[in-house]
T-cell receptor
Framework: DTGVSQNPRHKITKRGQNVTFRCDPI?????LYWYRQTLGQGPEFLTYFQNEAQLEKSRLLSDRFSAERPKGSFSTLEIQRTEQGDSAMYLCASSRLAGNTIYFGEGSWLTVV | TQLLEQSPQFLSIQEGENLTVYCNSSSVFSSLQWYRQEPGEGPVLLVTVVTGGEVKKLKRLTFQFGDARKDSSLHITAAQPGDTGLYLC??????????????FGKGTHLIIQP
């Protein structure tokens, strides 16, 4: 397995701009998760996909956030009209099936100035 | 809401000492995972425990899952500077939906001084 890959690793953007992060999960992993982590905190669940279907979204995922996994492989997380409070590390993870071990990517750091 | 409380939040000890960090909850988890995270990087899985009372060893690290599957501990023997990092516990319910994602504790920041 090549591991979960995320890009860009770092993004600095001005408040109000849109940003998009991409995640390539471990091949053949059906489930893909997005988490957000701020300094001093553990990761917080945002949303997850089983294949191409988005099965659950956290209340943390405001209307400005949208995630897609169009072909059941890679996923994108878009944040529209970014705010300073969006500054965080966005982590992608994948697993084979429910209840199986979840593997994380290296994360994408977002700084909104 | 399921919560995982980790203690201590911060721990700084000398190389060669032993330590234990704890992960406690009032909820039952079907599995519990321990991760280690370095600054600017994603969490790296150390171990998954699934059976109440289970003990797993990974070199100098010993992980235990409580009998009731509500708590876990991580014991490090003869700590080394390379053990420095943020240790996260995460519980899974495996019951479907977003619950298949993990609930994380806030982590224990561990510093091993040479």
């Amino acid at each position: 397995d090549t591991g979960v890959s995320q890009n860009p690793r770092h993004k600095i953007t001005k408040r109000g701009q849109n940003v998009t992060f991409r995640c390539d999960p471990i091949s053949e992993h059906n489930r893909l998760y997005w988490y957000r982590q701020t300094l001093g905190q553990g990761p917080e669940f945002l949303t997850y996909f089983q294949n191409e279907a988005q099965l659950e979204k956290s209340r943390l995922l405001s209307d400005r956030f949208s995630a897609e996994r169009p072909k059941g492989s890679f996923s994108t997380l878009e944040i529209q009209r970014t705010e300073q409070g969006d500054s965080a590390m966005y982590l992608c993870a994948s697993s084979r099936l429910a209840g199986n071990t979840i593997y994380f990517g290296e994360g994408s750091w977002l700084t909104v100035v | 809401t399921q919560l995982l409380e980790q203690s201590p939040q911060f721990l700084s000890i000398q190389e060669g000492e032993n330590l234990t960090v704890y992960c406690n909850s009032s909820s039952v988890f079907s599995s519990l995972q321990w991760y280690r995270q370095e600054p600017g990087e994603g969490p790296v899985l150390l171990v998954t425990v699934v059976t109440g009372g289970e003990v797993k060893k990974l070199k100098r690290l010993t992980f235990q899952f409580g009998d009731a599957r509500k708590d876990s501990s991580l014991h490090i023997t003869a700590a080394q500077p390379g053990d420095t990092g943020l240790y996260l516990c995460a519980g899974g319910t495996g019951s479907g939906g977003g619950a298949d994602g993990l609930t994380f504790g806030k982590g224990t920041h561990l510093i091993i001084q040479p």
